[in-house]
Structure formats: C-alpha cells, structure tokens
C-alpha cells in the first residue's frame, strides 16, 4: 500500500462513523483499509524463514520500529529494494498476496493482528517476529488522537468515550490487555522478541543492536551508533511525508513518554492501574513495561 492508496480514501468525507469499521470473527477492523476477502487469502500465505514480521498493537511504535528494521536490512542487503510500501499485513486487496510473494528476501511486515489471527505459516516456519509494545496509558491517549485525526476510522465524541471504549476493547484491533496477555505466553519463545517503546526511546542504540543479533544481522558498534542518528522518532517524523504523505502527521504525532498525563483523569488513571494489576501485574510482560515508571502520576 503506497501513500497514493491512502490518499485516495483521504480524499472522502467522513461522513459516516458506523460505516468505518466492520467486525471479522469478533474483531474490529477500518471497512476502508481492509476486507474479508483479504483475510481468508491471508490464511493461505505462504511465509519465508527469513521473513521480518514486526507486531505491535496500534500506537505502540509501528512505523518506528519498521522504519528502523527497513534501515537495518538496507544496511545488510545493500543490492534490496524494498517496495515501496507502509502496508499492514491485513490491508489491502486479496490480490496484493501474488505481489507479496514476488517480494524479494527478506521481506518486512507489519501487522496488528492478535497472536491466533497472525498467518499460521509464520509460525510454522519459525519465522523471527519482534513484537512492540507500549505501556498502555500513553498507547490510549496516542490512539485517541489518531482516530480523531484519521479520516479512516470513526471519531470520537470526547476523550472521556473513547478511553472506555479502550477499556472495553471495543477499537479496531480489540484489546490492549489482550493482545498484551497472548504474548506474554510466547515471551520465551526462541523466534519470538519483546522490546518496548519506552526502552527504545532510553536507548535506542542498545534497541537496534539487540534487534540486530536477533535477526543475525552483522552490524558493527559505528553502525549501530549512525543507525540510530537516524532512526530517532524526531528524525523519522521530518522524513515521514515523502513517504506517508497527508497521513504523517496523523501517524507521527509527539512520540513522547508520560504524554497520558495531559487527558487521564485521577479517577480514570486509577481505572487503568486496577485493570493493569488485574490483567497484566503478576506477568512477565507486565513486570517489562514497568508499569510503576512510566503509569503512575
């Protein structure tokens, strides 16, 4: 999906929120952006071993992280072009798969997609995946502003309605706590990494490295270091409207920790903290977001 195909949907008016989504299999998703047709040829793509499939839930660091493993793998295959795309695995046409499988090696996705909906093949196949996430506060706040600001999904009355909407997982995607709990069980996974937002941001050197000697790329500590210089989410959000065009904006907004403190209430912060501790306190992921650091006023 180019930045042309999303103009295109840019371009009409938002005039009908309950058109915008649609459910598949209990599950939310933009009507515009994806199809029916394109899922069920999804269950029948046929993943590489070399494949980078990169998984976050909406505003937990996407586009940054793709960004960087496209700098990563341009810097390891410098004979790759990569197609010039900033697609989701589940956006899109069902025919886009013929040209996906075209793709030369290694090809690099991204999805939103929960754990049980992601292509069986990238599991059969053993296929690498580093799964991104945020903590859950700022992921709220982000995601509110990205689809006010979004001509592709419904907007929202207030903050107050759309913060209870993502308490109740009734967004595109589902749930935070539940995608965040079907990858707690996979932590251990040999193909599978954890990083998170927060960590990228204290040190994004350290996060490119690690991201490096998961993949089995060879990168030295200088080109680590000039990887990173570029890589910033400022850097990458000066960069984004030749790629992203009208959208940047939308998609790189502020890119700031502890930015929650600027909507969530007392009483709605404490809503968080119950639920965190119900859901997600006594995990192995919970315990790596940190939870105390960076949610707590």
């Known amino acids: 999906m180019s930045k042309e195909f999303v103009e295109k949907f840019l371009e009409d008016d938002k005039d009908n929120n309950d058109d915008l989504l649609f459910s598949y299999r209990g599950v939310l998703y933009p009507s515009r952006l994806c199809k029916v047709e394109t899922f069920e040829a999804l269950e029948a793509m046929e993943a590489r071993k070399d494949d980078v499939l990169i998984v976050a839930y909406p505003k937990c660091g996407t586009n940054w992280s793709r960004y960087i493993l496209n700098d990563v793998v341009a810097e390891i295959h410098r004979d790759l072009t990569p197609p010039n795309n900033f697609q989701l695995l589940e956006f899109g046409h069902p025919e886009k798969i013929k040209d996906i499988n075209e793709w030369p090696?290694?090809?690099?996705?991204?999805?939103?997609?929960?754990?049980?909906?992601i292509p069986k093949s990238f599991f059969e196949k053993k296929v690498k995946i580093l799964v991104i996430f945020r903590n859950p506060k700022d992921t709220a706040v982000s995601y509110y502003h990205f689809q006010n600001k979004n001509l592709l999904l419904p907007s929202v009355d207030s903050w107050d309605e759309f913060f209870q909407k993502f308490m109740n997982g009734e967004v595109a995607w589902q749930s935070y706590f539940e995608h965040a709990l079907a990858w707690d069980k996979h932590m251990d996974d040999e193909n599978v990494m954890i990083l998170t937002y927060e960590e990228l941001k204290e040190n994004l050197c350290e996060g490119i490295k690690q991201i490096a000697e998961f993949y089995a790329f060879p990168l030295s500590e200088e080109k680590i270091k000039s990887l990173a210089s570029k890589a910033t989410f400022q850097e990458i959000r000066d960069r984004a409207s030749q790629t992203h065009g009208s959208i940047a904006p939308v998609?790189?907004?502020?890119?700031?920790?502890?930015?929650?403190?600027?909507?969530?209430?007392?009483?709605?912060?404490?809503?968080?903290?119950?639920?965190?501790?119900?859901?997600?306190?006594?995990?192995k992921l919970g315990r790596r977001l940190r939870y105390d650091k960076y949610c707590k006023f």
């Open 105 to 117: 090696s290694p090809r690099v996705f991204t999805t939103h997609l929960l754990y049980d909906n």
């Open 251 to 283: 998609i790189f907004r502020k890119g700031e920790v502890g930015d929650w403190k600027t909507l969530f209430t007392e009483a709605q912060s404490r809503e968080m903290d119950a639920k965190f501790e119900e859901c997600l306190a006594g995990t």
